[in-house]
C-alpha cells in the first residue's frame, strides 16, 4: 500500500495531537519483525494516531524503517523527532451489528432526595429501572402496567 499524502497543514494538526500521547510500540535492536509490523498494524486499527520508539542509535536505520512502516501499512509518517517516530491513519468503520430481538436493557438514574432541613445536602440514590419498570416522580419504581384493552375490544374477542 502506498502511503497517504498529507498537507503541511493536516500534519501540523496530527503532531499537535500525538503531543500527548505515549509510544505504544517499541522497535528493538532486531530493527522491522514481522511481529512488530503486526503490532503496529493493530495499534493503527484501534488508535488510528500512535508512536512508535525505536531503540536504536543509528538515525539512517530510523529514517529507513519510518519509511517502509508508512509504505507497507499505508499509513502517513508525521513526524520523526529522536527516536520517536509518529503514524497516521484513518481509523476503519466499524459495522454495527442490529439485532433486531434484543430488548432494552436495565438503565441507572441519579435521584436526589432533599433534606428537610434547609442546610444540607440532598441524598443521591443511584437506582437501576429494568424494561417493564418506571421511574415516578417521586423517586419510586412502579412496575409497568400490562396493557389493557377496551371493553369494546373484549367484547369483540
Known amino acids: ?4 499524502q498529507l498537507t503541511p497543514g493536516e500534519r ?7 503531543h500527548h500521547l505515549s509510544p505504544v510500540v517499541m522497535i528493538g535492536n532486531d530493527g522491522l519483525t514481522a511481529a512488530v509490523m503486526k503490532e503496529t498494524e493493530a ?3 484501534a488508535h488510528g494516531l500512535i508512536k512508535i520508539r525505536v531503540l536504536g542509535d543509528d538515525r539512517a536505520a530510523r529514517e529507513d524503517m519510518f519509511a517502509k512502516l508508512a509504505d507497507e501499512l499505508g499509513a502517513a509518517p508525521i513526524q520523526h523527532i529522536g527516536k520517536l517516530l509518529v503514524l ?3 481509523m476503519p468503520e466499524k459495522a454495527k451489528t442490529v439485532d433486531e430481538e434484543r430488548k432494552a436493557g436495565p438503565r441507572d438514574f441519579k435521584v436526589l432526595k432533599y433534606s428537610s432541613r434547609g442546610g444540607q445536602r440532598p441524598e443521591v440514590k443511584t437506582l437501576r429501572v429494568l424494561g417493564n419498570q ?6 419510586q419504581i412502579k412496575r409497568a402496567k400490562p396493557k389493557q384493552k377496551s371493553v369494546k375490544k373484549r367484547q369483540a374477542d
Open 88 to 90: 497516521w491513519r484513518p
Open 12 to 18: 501540523k494538526v496530527h503532531r499537535a495531537e500525538a
Open 43 to 45: 495499534a493503527l486499527n
Open 1 to 4: 500500500m502506498p502511503q497517504i
Open 134 to 139: 418506571r421511574l415516578t416522580s417521586g423517586g
